[in-house]
């Protein structure tokens, strides 16, 4: 597995959400997303069977920059959020969330990792492609809240193993 605690460009590491980081989590979501969820969403998704939060932080600040929320269900690992803060994008912090989130599942034993991505979130879809994540899904207008027009959800699936 991973080094999780290794510290990257810009001093920013990776490492695995303590309860107490799950309001910034939750901010950050908020702020990324126009389907807003609340802290109490957040803490259950983070409280299921097999889920794994990550965090992506200064050493110098302790503010949440990035998180990544994800499950493994016996060999096929989920996304169920991702996101970095607006100032720090484009600085390869989603990458390493994406990464390490890889490895992890892959040592509980997951075999491919899926996720959905709105059709219209270039960025997001630019990163998935990056890195090796194939459209196998559309499903049609699955983006509704807080969008003038639904968007389609593209689910993405890459093989880790
Ligand atoms: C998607 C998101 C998490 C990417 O985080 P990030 O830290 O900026 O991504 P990275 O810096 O690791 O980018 C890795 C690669 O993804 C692609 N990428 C990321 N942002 C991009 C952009 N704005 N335009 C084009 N390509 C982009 C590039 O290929 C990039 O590599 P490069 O910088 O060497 O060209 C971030 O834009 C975000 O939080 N968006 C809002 C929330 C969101 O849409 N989440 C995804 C939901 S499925």
Redesign the pocket.
């Known amino acids: 597995m991973m080094d999780l605690e290794a510290t990257g460009p810009d001093g920013v590491r990776i490492r695995p959400a303590v309860p107490a980081d799950l309001i910034g989590v939750a901010e950050l979501q908020v702020a990324?997303?126009t389907d807003r969820w609340s802290l109490e969403s957040v803490r259950q998704l983070a409280g299921l069977s097999g889920a794994i939060v990550l965090v992506a932080e200064r050493s110098s600040n302790p503010t949440v920059l990035?998180y990544l929320i994800g499950q493994v269900v016996t060999d096929e690992a989920e996304?169920h959020?991702?996101?970095?803060?607006?100032a720090?994008?484009?600085?390869?912090?989603?990458?390493?969330?994406?990464l390490a989130f890889e490895g992890m599942a892959l040592a509980l034993g997951a075999v491919s990792v899926v996720?959905?991505?709105?059709a219209d979130?270039?960025?997001?879809k630019?990163?998935?492609?990056?890195i090796g994540y194939q459209i196998v899904a559309r499903r049609p207008d699955y983006y509704r809240i807080g969008r003038a027009e639904p968007v389609d959800a593209e689910v993405r699936r890459r093989f880790i193993r």
Do not use: K, T
């Open positions: 990324s997303f990035g996304i959020s991702i996101a970095v803060a607006e720090f994008r484009r600085r390869g912090i989603g990458c390493q969330l994406l996720l959905e991505v709105a979130d270039a960025p997001a630019q990163l998935y492609e990056s």
